[in-house]
C-alpha cells in the first residue's frame, strides 16, 4: 500500500508542471485589456457593416450607452473566457427580442467578430474556444 501511495504521489509531482502550464482561455487572450482592445475594433466593425450596422445605430448615436455597450461586451467575453468578470446585462433571449434577427445576420456579426480577433492576431486555438464558448447564444439571438 505504501508503495501504491508512493507511485501516485511521484505521477502526481510529474504531472503538475504540465498542469500548472494550461492558462485559462482569459490568459491566453491576454487579459481584460486585450480583450477590450477586440471589443473597440468589433464594434467598429459593425458600424461600418452595412449588413447590420441597423441594428446598432441607435446605440451608436449615443456615447454613454455605447460606452456600456462596450463594457458589457468585455464582461461576456471575459466571463465566457474563465476570466474574473461577470457580465450583468440582460440574457441574450430578452435583450434580442423583437429586433428580427436572421441566421445571415448572426453570421455576419460572427465575421467582423473574426476580423477583430484576425488583427490582434488571436490564435486558431483560442479564436476557435471563443468562438465555441459564444456559439450556443445563436440560438436566443437569431428570431428568424
Avoid: W
Amino acid at each position: 500500500m505504501k508503495r501504491l501511495l508512493g507511485y501516485a504521489v511521484m505521477a502526481l509531482a510529474l504531472m503538475a508542471p504540465a498542469m500548472a502550464k494550461e492558462k485559462t482561455l482569459y490568459q491566453r487572450l491576454g487579459g481584460k485589456k486585450a480583450i477590450t482592445a477586440v471589443v473597440d475594433e468589433f464594434v467598429g466593425r459593425v458600424a461600418g457593416d452595412a449588413r447590420i450596422n441597423g441594428f446598432f445605430k441607435d446605440t451608436a448615436a449615443d456615447p454613454t450607452r455605447l460606452v456600456s455597450f462596450k463594457m458589457k461586451l468585455v464582461d461576456q467575453i471575459c466571463q465566457a473566457s474563465g476570466g474574473p468578470c461577470k457580465y450583468t446585462g440582460k440574457d441574450m433571449k430578452s435583450a434580442h427580442a423583437g429586433m428580427g434577427v436572421s441566421s445571415g445576420d448572426f453570421t455576419a456579426l460572427v465575421e467582423d467578430l473574426v476580423g477583430a480577433l484576425d488583427k490582434f492576431k488571436v490564435g486558431e486555438k483560442e479564436k476557435g474556444e471563443l468562438l465555441g464558448a459564444l456559439g450556443p447564444m445563436k440560438s436566443d439571438i437569431v428570431e428568424k
